[in-house]
């Protein structure tokens, strides 16, 4: 199981609860997350599972302000109930919604136009998000040239400029082959190593969030509730091929199919 320390705690999700209108005549209110409580532990990259309709990215929007919640709780944020987005916790989407008629050097630059910082530092900033993701060749391209991983690097980049506290990301590599999407798993590791940055991230692939995450919370029922919460920091977690990965595989995988 995982353990957080109140210092730690990046959000604290309190008595959450979020009801959708029906659909349809008479339909009563869905209500996918209710009366749920959490804590995502900060400078981790936390990934959570669970089947389609589990509530998942309904608390990974959540968390982000996105949704508003029913009065009775919400999301804690730096001591307060988070009631809208902030520029301090960005989202980024399975679809990577770069503008295309920037290219990438632009869009990642548009990431930064709320930071009051002199424009040669600016750019200086833009420059070596570029780098990290590895697009430095490419800065001038347009997406349509560019490889969906490219894509989402970019989109990466574009977030990471704006200097956000923390990183939400919405199942972000679902649409790459497997090859590419192991490159990004090294990327975002590579990304938390340097920066230490709060991450969360909703995936679909138990792989996945093994890999990449510290900690993995697979989520089940509706209601939402918590089924695994797991540490994965261990060597041997981080092997695809080891009888550990596997064996905690197989229990997530029981867990949501």
């Known amino acids: ?3 957080t320390a109140a210092s730690q705690i990046a959000f604290d999700v309190d008595n959450l609860t979020i009801a959708f209108p029906g659909r349809g005549p008479g339909a009563g209110a869905f209500t996918p997350i209710d009366r749920f409580n959490l804590k995502i532990t900060a400078g981790e990259i936390t990934c959570i599972l669970g089947r389609s ?4 990215t309904t608390l990974l929007r959540s968390l982000g302000g996105f949704i508003k919640p029913e009065p009775t709780g919400g999301v804690v944020y ?7 987005p902030t520029p301090e916790v960005v989202l980024i989407f399975q679809e990577n919604n770069l503008f295309p008629w920037l290219n990438v050097r632009q869009n990642v630059a548009f990431g930064a136009r709320f930071r009051k910082r002199p424009k040669a530092e600016q750019a ?14 490419a800065a001038g391209a347009y997406p349509h040239q560019l490889s969906g991983g490219m894509r989402q690097r970019t989109a990466i980049a574009r977030a990471l400029v704006s200097e ?14 497997i090859s590419l999407r192991r490159r990004m798993h090294d990327l975002l590791r590579t990304i ?14 138990v792989e996945e969030a093994i890999v990449v995450g510290h900690r ?31 064996n905690l595989q197989r229990q997530i995988e029981t867990a949501i199919y």
């Not at 309709?53 to 998942?56: E, P």
């Not at 089940?220 to 091929?241: E, F, H, M, N």
């Open 1 to 3: 199981m995982h353990g």
């Open 53 to 56: 309709g589990c509530g998942k």
């Open 78 to 84: 730096k001591g307060q109930y988070l009631t809208a």
């Open 124 to 137: 200086a900033l833009v420059d070596r998000m570029i780098e990290t993701v590895g697009l430095a060749e």
């Open 164 to 177: 956000p506290g923390i990183l939400l990301l919405d199942e972000p590599f679902s649409a790459l082959d």
């Open 192 to 205: 938390w190593h340097d920066t230490r940055k709060t991450m969360v991230m909703v995936t679909h692939n």
């Open 216 to 246: 993995v919370i697979v989520l089940g029922g509706q209601p939402s509730r918590v089924l695994i919460d797991v540490d994965t920091r261990a060597d041997g977690l981080k092997d695809r091929y080891s009888a550990e990965f596997l």
